[in-house]
């Protein structure tokens, strides 16, 4: 019920060794210019306790990226503002393109993942994330992200 990026989509193997660059498993900088924090962007499944979750990169401001990273430790970061970011993970699942779609990171308790809640648009991955999915459309989802023939877009 989780799909994880594992880096931004403007990430490229070529800076693994530049000195200004960093790919963490809850954090990115490029070139010391672009910030990035992973986080899930949480459905909910219809008729069910179930959520399904992508693990999503999401780019913020260098002053939000350093004040998350001042709070990573910090218990009671979850009261903090929510920091305004956009989405930097296309799912290859949903069309419209879902790269750039802007967001809101929430901190929650130390040692969990941010949630990332879109902007309440018309877009597909939007509107399901408030009005949920069903088993089928997680399936679905579980066949184009295992099998992406052409692009796999909804």
């Not at 967001?103 to 399901?128: I, K, M, N």
Request: charged share 25%.
């Amino acid at each position: 019920m989780n799909y994880t990026a594992e880096a931004p989509a403007v990430w490229d193997p070529s800076f693994a060794d530049a000195d200004n660059c960093l790919l963490s498993t809850d954090q990115c900088v490029i070139h010391a210019q672009h910030y990035f924090v992973k986080g899930l962007l949480e459905i909910p499944v219809i008729d069910s306790d179930e959520v399904f979750s992508w693990g999503v990169w999401v780019s913020l401001s260098r002053e939000s990226f350093s004040r998350a990273a001042d709070l990573r430790d910090t218990p009671g970061r979850e009261s903090e503002k929510p920091y305004f970011g956009w989405l930097t993970t296309d799912l290859l699942a949903y069309s419209p393109a879902t790269f750039n779609l802007k967001t809101r990171v929430h901190s929650r308790p130390v040692g969990q993942r941010p949630f990332v809640e879109l902007e309440p648009t018309d877009h597909p991955l939007a509107v399901e994330q408030r009005t949920g999915i069903t088993l089928d459309r997680v399936r679905e989802i579980a066949a184009a992200v295992i099998h992406p023939a052409g692009d796999g877009r909804r």
